[in-house]
Every structure is written in C-alpha cells, then in structure tokens.
C-alpha cells in the first residue's frame, strides 16, 4: 500500500485537532483545504466523507473520519512516534477510555451545553454523559492522579481529549479549574502543538486578509 497521507481539513473546524496529531505522528503529509458548503459537498469530496464534513485523511487505499477515529488509527500507523501503548499491554485500556470518554460523553455534553439543552435530573440516566459536572468531575479527578490523562505518558489520548478541554476553556463551555489549566499548558506547549496552532493560524489570517 503507498503510504501518501492526505489531510482534509479546514483551518475553522475541529480538524485542528487531527492537524496536531499529524505534526505529533511527524510524517510528510499533503493538504486539502475544503469549504464549507462548497467543496464539502462536491462529489469528489463526498465520496470521500458522505457526511460532507472535515476532518478525514487518506493514508494510501485506506480513508478515516471523526477525528478520534483519525487519532487513534495514526496512532496505530505509526507506532514508531510512540503515541499509543502497545497493543495488549496494561496501559492500552485507560488509553481506549479515555480517548473515547472524550469522543462521547465530553463531546456530547459540551454540545448540549453550547445548545441551551438541558437534561432534566430524572432523564439523566437516558444520557450516555449523566450530566456536564460529573463529567468534568472524572476528567477533573483523573488529572490530579497523572500528568496525562492515561498515566504519565502523552499519548493520542491527550491530543483528543486536550483538545476538548483547551477548546471548552477558550469559549467558555468549561470551567477553568487548576487541574485543567495545568493540564493545558503542559500539553499544548509541546513542539507539535505549538507548529500545529502555527499553520492554521495561518490560514484563518490569510482568509481573513483576502476576504
């Protein structure tokens, strides 16, 4: 299988979280930058992601959306960036949950917050996230007993979940509590990060300037 690896991406979109990952994984990859409403929803690019939305890739014949999905199979790809725990081993579990914890009940209750819609107290067991403290509470707990939230190694995990919380502090839909802002500043410091938030910067200052 050829090894091209091709970004889809918006520098306005979540897919700044997979444009980290890739600067994390450290391999040469080409970028596609889409529209939204325009070349989202071209054929060619439909044919890609039916969803017509961004972030995807394409890594030679194979093609990955949502972006944990994106995190945890580049992850996988190329093991030698050390950004998942081997495959049967002790760690690889808090990994998964994490990782995934982030993808469902964070994202959902983030959204919900962001969209006024609040569970009532006794339909929270329909929920898959409870409500927005408890799971706050968890990611809160976890990141008083490690530096990263799968144990004390970054991996892809932080990329996903950091994100959510960096993102859910900048705009207001998280708390700025001591454990997340420690968190943060950790991780978004790191070399990958830093070239990551560069290059979208960017693109939104380009469009902006040729708007």
Avoid at 116 to 126: A, H, K, L, N, Y
Wanted: proline fraction near 7%; charged fraction near 25%.
């Amino acid at each position: 299988m050829s090894d091209e690896l091709v970004f889809y991406t918006h520098p306005m979109s979540r897919a700044r979280v997979v444009r980290w990952m890739l600067e994390e994984v450290g391999r040469p990859y080409e970028t596609k930058i889409l529209e939204f409403g325009h070349s989202m929803k071209a054929p060619e690019y439909l044919a890609i992601n039916p969803m017509g939305k961004v972030p995807a890739i394409r890594h030679g014949d194979t093609v990955v959306t949502e972006a944990a999905a994106i995190c945890a199979y580049l992850a996988d790809a190329f093991p030698e960036a050390g950004l998942a725990p081997p495959p049967g081993s002790r760690a690889r579990g808090p990994y998964y949950r994490w990782l995934f914890f982030a993808a469902g009940p964070i994202e959902a209750a983030q959204t919900d917050k962001a969209l006024g819609c609040e569970v009532p107290q006794d339909r929270e067991g329909m929920v898959g996230y409870g409500n927005l403290e408890r799971t706050l509470a968890a990611v809160e707990g976890q990141l008083y007993r490690s530096d990263y939230i799968a144990g004390d190694t970054f991996t892809a995990a932080d990329v996903y979940l950091g994100s959510a919380i960096g993102w859910g502090m900048a705009f207001k839909g998280i708390d700025r509590r001591p454990a997340f802002e420690r968190y943060w500043g950790l991780i978004s410091a790191r070399p990958a990060a830093v070239r990551a938030k560069a290059i979208d910067d960017a693109l939104v200052e380009e469009r902006r300037k040729a708007s």
